[in-house]
């Protein structure tokens, strides 16, 4: 186990324990016996001996996990989970809120960046990369692993080793339920900050609970995931940080980056000159938000905010985030 002594998030100190178990205490051994029955390779025998800690930031409301098992052995817990071999599926649901969000990024770049070059940090299967490709974007994949590397560059992607990207290469760097697995996500930021061109776009999409702080209060680890008490949201091991859009924002603006907002499906910089709508306009935005009709359909328990690098030095923006409620 390595020891975070400050917020991955926002760099505090010595942040209070909320929960500090051992690893083969009932509840926690419980909850990954339940967990990863599915997962017979999956070895935990290395975490016996050691604690669970959870650390709650009282500067930016991280709740993460203050012991992190080292690289070896997130490798090896990876690997043993397997990895899919079987062809992404395309489902209309999945593809539209991806397809409409690229749009809105691509329009915020245009006319400054006639084509964009976008990037998907830890692409997984590639889904989201193929359909930026198929979308006319040229499209960059990486990831640790690089089982979907061959279908990808069959579909014209460019895969990377993580450690390999150049400075200033990318338009708009999706992370796509990345940041939560990560032992040292500011370092992650910064290197995606070198990454993007100035004025380009960062997405940190990440998991997302509501109700967490309660059901901390008296934490039912054995609750299945998806239920109503679920713990999924710190899950030991896999879940390292839970971010609230406070400490996603001190996270980004750590590494130059600013937040954007979202306003129907439009991004709007800090220094965007203000808009001017008139009352109709006004109402016609208000409605649409009441009725759901522009909001992103992101499914529940997960937040998405967008960031972008800044021309030149200029002073970071307000926050503005964009929470998806259960
Ligand atoms: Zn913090």
């Not at 025998?45 to 012991?67: E, F, N, S, V």
């Not at 599926?89 to 770049?109: G, H, K």
């Not at 960046?113 to 979308?135: H, K, M, Q, S």
Request: one cysteine or more; aromatic letters at 8%.
């Amino acid at each position: 186990m390595k020891q975070r002594s400050q917020c991955p998030a926002c760099g505090f100190n010595a942040a209070p324990l909320i929960v500090d178990l051992p690893f083969d205490s009932a509840e926690i051994a419980g909850y990954l016996r339940a967990f990863y029955a599915s997962y017979p390779r999956c070895d935990l025998a290395p975490l016996a001996g050691t604690r669970c800690q959870l650390a709650d930031c009282p500067a930016c409301g991280c709740r993460y996990q203050q012991g992190v098992p080292d690289d070896a052995f997130l490798a090896n817990f990876y690997r043993s989970l397997g990895t899919s071999v079987a062809p992404v599926a395309f489902e209309p649901y999945r593809i539209e809120p991806i397809v409409r969000e690229l749009m809105m990024v691509v329009r915020f770049l245009q006319p400054r960046v006639p084509c964009p070059r976008v990037l998907d940090f830890g692409t997984g299967e590639g889904r989201w990369a193929t359909i930026a490709a198929a979308a006319g974007l040229t499209t960059g994949a990486t990831d640790l692993t690089s089982h979907a590397f061959a279908t990808l560059q069959r579909h014209g992607i460019a895969c990377f080793d993580p450690a390999a990207l150049a400075p200033a290469d990318f338009d708009f760097i999706n992370t796509e339920q990345v940041c939560e697995h990560l032992a040292a996500p500011a370092a992650i930021l910064d290197q995606l900050s070198r990454v993007l061109r100035p004025g380009g776009v960062l997405k940190i999409g990440v998991p997302h609970d509501p109700n967490l702080r309660r059901k901390l209060r008296q934490p039912d680890w054995l609750a299945p995931k998806n239920s109503p008490d679920s713990l999924n949201g710190v899950a030991p091991i896999e879940h390292l940080n839970h971010f609230e859009p406070t400490s996603l924002i001190a996270l980004a603006v750590r590494a130059g980056l600013q937040p954007l907002q979202i306003r129907g499906w439009t991004l709007v910089s800090p220094r965007s000159p203000p808009d001017s709508f008139g009352p109709r306009q006004r109402l016609g935005l208000w409605l649409r938000t009441k009725i759901g009709a522009d909001d992103r359909t992101y499914h529940t328990l997960t937040q998405t905010i967008f960031f972008e690098k800044p021309l030149c030095a200029e002073a970071i923006g307000t926050a503005a985030t964009h929470c998806v409620q259960p």
